[in-house]
Nanobody
């Protein structure tokens, strides 16, 4: 059974940092894109960051310079380091993985690009 399990969320203050982890089991995703999305109450799920071919990364504009996505292939785990957190970062954060090898024709900023999802971890940034 393929599973993605997120951890590391919590309640923090403005300007604090958090590192989210997503541990995959059931198969490896070293040749696939993995990503983080987030969803605030009443909002649609939105792209945060993705890591894909040879560890290339891409971020949404509002998190560039504050967020870093990385992965440990040996641990089959992807991370999201978030610094200088803002109240607008408050959301449930979801890990996602594509079931196929990286494909240049795929838009990895879209939820439809991913086959597997975690259950989410809550991040709340208090002012």
């Amino acid at each position: 059974q393929i599973q993605l399990v997120e951890s590391g969320g919590g309640l923090v203050q403005v300007g604090d940092s958090l590192r989210l982890s997503c541990a995959a089991s059931g198969r490896t995703f070293s040749s696939s894109a993995m990503a983080w999305f987030r969803q605030a109450p009443g909002e649609e799920r939105e792209f945060v960051a993705t890591i894909y071919r040879e560890d290339m990364t891409y971020y949404r504009d509002s998190v560039k310079g504050r967020v870093t996505i990385s992965r440990d292939v040996a641990k089959n785990t992807v991370y999201l380091q978030m610094n200088s957190l803002k109240p607008e970062d408050t959301a449930v954060y979801y890990c996602a993985a594509d079931g196929d090898k990286v494909n240049a024709a795929v838009d990895y900023t879209q939820p439809s690009a991913y086959d597997y999802w975690g259950q989410g971890t809550q991040v709340t940034v208090s002012s």
